[in-house]
């Protein structure tokens, strides 16, 4: 399987690649990590004429806190945040996402940036980055706007971004005192994409659960928030009872379609289990501190 | 189609080529440099049989375009045993019978040789999760998972005798 | 081809011998010093340091000067009429230098079809229409790799869609026929049958007890990481075809090329490299190779082509795909009386299953498994559908697997039926040791055994008692564990040659050794290791025999202009026929020094006996001559009238086959939730007699061990109603990584094999037969009292979760 011929350039600075972008319009294509893009090449699932890699472009591969929030670059590959202490102390539900993606060569090079750009609602960074309430910085040729995450996924393989934009940076809020998350994934092996999985960040107000957001992992045609199931959660305890509604809730507003991973009738199923268990999880880390 | 010429080193060497944008580095490394013991098992990015070192880094060099190694180093299992003495893992891949076609384990040791660079003591699951992108048809793992343990013992010991 | 009706299966008596009661002992048997390293000494393998160097040279390592590369066209339909082939648009392109199309390969004299080893016939390239999705279609040569893969793109072909079968029973009712090019119209192939109903319907009727389940062993694929490939290069100048492939029988595939191509045989060379894994999927011919080796004859150069992992996913040959249903029959004690089975092959659209050529359903008659019954009876049907042909003995000796795992799930039922422990319902129906050799109710003959030893040994490496009261616990907690056992008889070592052909030749085996001047020796063989370790087995034979240290032989396949004719490496049978070969040829080698050293040491033959390195005068062992010095002297200084040189040919054809057995024991916890299974642990133990390299050996079964877990719980090759593959990628095709791997934990027994002239008897297969029953009977066990009887393999988690609901049980 080899990909078909392109032009391919390599800017060393992010305006030589917004003019690069700007040039060719929709015949050219970003490359960061490549693992969404060059698997898709090889099938000859996507022809680009044009190659624009950014990854020459320095600084855009960091992990930092600032302002109320962790500022993670769009080039920052999924190995740093698995290895980051930072990562690993205040954002449970960042490492454990970063750590089910794919597999320890493919996250070597796997950027969080292509990760949202490719808006695939079966990667693993949107439900998580919609549980986290997060924001993306784009940067175009008339400078950078951002963009809500809740704004961002538009469509199948559709995000708010213009063909000429960048995803320069990723912003997550940090978890307030007692905030916790949990990421929990079920897939066939590792690898895999998720059967489904369910990302869940909330802050704990004494017993009760004050604030919640459940992102859901391949089971829509666009990465969704189990706003239903966060409604189900908010103002409560969590309670066996109040987790079961809550799950039921997800499962409920998801729209899967069955495939090999299972039929939508099982996927919902477990997207009411991983909600639940998720829920927990979080729950127990929000007491815990994160 | 556009060409570029790349310079990277390569085990160690430095290499220039003139390259076809679309070359994957894998086919790079095995055709034009006639460095075969890179393999290929797959079409989906899946099975790390093509598994090579990036700036250091255990990649599937079946994903990644020869371009993109402009300016950065590949190290390739040729590099292993260069000046004739077999690696710590190469070793134990023999010791410990981690190997039978031999087709999977170039990929293997590659990817166990960075695994033992983050995390020079790994537990067994730590070793079972650092190779799982790649996939083995032979061995059904044990022995490999022997091996690797194999080579972190020897290389721990090895760094106390130095610093001792 | 011929339609084998009725059909009964084709053993004749044994030669005297060839089966006996044998002891059953733990300990390897060791007779050499480390130095000479002969059989049971945990060599390391010589074959490693050129692959643990990246020096392995495989097929598509080859790179010839002026080599060319073929890429192919493959259908997007299962069934469909071809009306138009345009391959212009390809042609035109700069570096392309042909399309070869079906009709090219009828214009060359009728290459367009092509034989399979079941003496039907398989589409090399189509004419009329695709039988089946991802089906050659034409073959494109350029002179890059890149420029073939964007040739194929160019060539247009234009398809009138067909109704397309794909459920082999919809197939029995023959509204879509496959093959419209046979004289019946009709998709059934054959019919086959072993046993005897009328005494076993006998049996069924006076049952006590009797059980009926229906079972499904889907369609697979061996997955060798090396994918397949071939460099085919062609001199018009000397005539010769010189072929690298990945073949794990270079002599038969040099035959059959010689027959379909007419090229004199000894013009043809086929060289099988280092190959990266086989298991059965590099023994078929596949239409690539035969395009790869015209491409070559036109064009007079090397051509290169290597498949890649969709193609060989969709398109290369499949393995198992058998539709059963199984009666067992029990009588008031307990006692399994009889077997009753029916069962349907799913060939795709040509029979082309690499089974020996008398037997259409391979060895599946040994469904009886280790279990002593009054009367068993089975019917197999093989019938077309449109999916590629296939069949292969993916590690596996011909359809054991599927009887292996019929017999375990209708022994596990029968004992929860009865309230029955399933290892003591098992001890309780085993063969005794006493009554071997036994003659099993289908006609194989036994060669050795003793079942209660492994399922006792297995027992206790997992303290299964202990598991059982674990599990009461956990059941009263409503948590879902599992106990599964599989005790399985193998047979392998195809074979003896009354019984077994392949297209006509004798499945014997071949060694030819050479000692050279120095004592030094390489030795040939006829079959082709994919990774088995032959390279070190075979050495450790000679050295056995001989005192040769085995770092000393040097050991060679693969090549058909030096290797003796062998029939090759699958179905587990290089042990038990090319290394019986090497010994026997080692002995021929001794027969020869030992008139050697009785001339040097001047002394009757009668007079000298045998000390592992040397001959030595009984009585006065200083007086001794060893291998390395009669070596010398067999090209210095041998007897007047003797011929120079010390070597020796042999040709193998075994008395019997070899029955390899084994007890397996799996814990599983399920996911009450998810349905996921996790096997907790899994002891394998296994008796595959004596032992050549324990360490070899212990890989091979864990290998094996995870290739039986895969079908068990994770591998399918699905299609979709139209025939479309949508497991055609490692994408969707779940090869299990390191993490669904367990961790293995094995044992033995050993009880040799009396015929096999090393006592061994084959080991590379048994654990992936075994495997998978022991990991279903422990998911159904976690589930019995639920009420569950049976779960499909693969067992995703899907199907464990709907049984749960279906049982009542949600979290
Ligand atoms: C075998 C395998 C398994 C995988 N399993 C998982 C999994 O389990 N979970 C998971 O989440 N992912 C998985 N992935 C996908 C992987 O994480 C991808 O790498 C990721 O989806 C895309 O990141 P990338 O950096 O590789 O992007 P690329 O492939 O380079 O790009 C993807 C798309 O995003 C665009 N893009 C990339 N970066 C930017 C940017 N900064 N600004 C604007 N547009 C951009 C590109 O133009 C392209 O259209 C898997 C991949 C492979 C090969
Ligand atoms: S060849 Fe399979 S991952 Fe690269
Ligand atoms: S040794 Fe054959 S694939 Fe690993």
Redesign the interface.
Known sequence: ????????H?PTSLDDALALLTEHGGDAKI?AG??SL??AM???LAVPEV?V?I?RIPDLEYIREEDGHLAVGGMTRE?ALE?SDLVNAKYPLLADTARVI?????R??ATVGGNLAHADPANDHPATMLAYGASVVARGPNGSRTIAIDDFFVDLFESALESNEILTEIRIPTPPAHGGGAYLK?E?????YA?SAVAVQLVLDGGTVSSARIGLTNVNPVPMRAKNAEAELVGKAATDDVLEAAGRAAAGECDPSGD?R??AE?KR??TR??TK?AIRKAVERAKGGN | MSRHTIKLTVNGEAVEKEVESRLLLVHFVREVLDLTGTHIGCDTTSCGACTVLLDGRAVKSCTVFAAQADGRSVETIEALAADGTLHPLQEGFWEKHGLQCGYCTPGMILSAKHLLEKNPDPTEEEIRWGISGNLCRCTGYNKIVEAIRYAADKQRESTEEVSA | MTHLDDRTEPHSPLPEGASAQVATTDEIRIRTPEKVCGMGHPMKRKEDPRFIQGKGRYVDDVKLPGMLYMDIVRSPYAHAKIKKIDASAALAMDGVLAVITGEDLKAAGDLHWMPTLMSDTQMVLPIEKVAYYAQEICAVVATERYIAADAIEKVVVDYEPLEAVVDPHLALEDKVIVRDDKEKKTNHIWHWEAGDKAATDRVFAEAAHVIEQTMHIPRIHVSSIETCGMVANYSKVTEQMQIYMTSQAPHAHRTVFALVSGLPEQKIQIISPDIGGGFGGKVPVYPGYVCCAVASLVTGKPVKWIEDRSENLQADSFARDYHITAEMAADANGKITGLRVKTLADCGAADAAANPSKFPAGLYSICTGSYDMKAAHIAVDGVYTNKPPGGVAYRCSFRVTEAVHMIERMTDIMAHDLGEDPADFRLKNFIRPDQFPYKSPTGWEYDSGNYKAALDEAMKLIDYRALREEQAAKRERGELMGIGISSFTEVVGAGPSRDFDILGIKMFDSAEIRIHPTGKAIARFGTKSQGQGHETTYAQIVAEELGLPAADVQVEEGDTDTAPYGLGTYASRSTPTAGAAGAMAARKIKAKAKKIAAHLLEVGEEDLEWNVDKFQVKGSPDQAKTIQEIAFAAYTNHPQGMEAGLEATDYYDPPNLTFPFGSYICVVDIDSGTGEVHVRRFVAVDDCGNIINPLIVEGQIHGGLTQGLAPALFEEIVYDENGQNLTGTLADYLVPTAVESPKWETGRTITPSPHHPLGAKGVGESPTVGAPPAIVNAVVDAMWHLGVRHVEIPMTPQRIWAQLREHGVTD
């Open positions: 399987m080899i990909p078909g011929s392109f032009d391919y390599a490359l490549g693992h060059i698997p090889r099938f000859r190659l890699d990854g190995v290895d794919a597999d320890p060569l493919v070597n090079l079920m066939r092996k590792v690898g895999d059967v090999l299972g039929s099982y199923d477990v289990i991983l268990r």
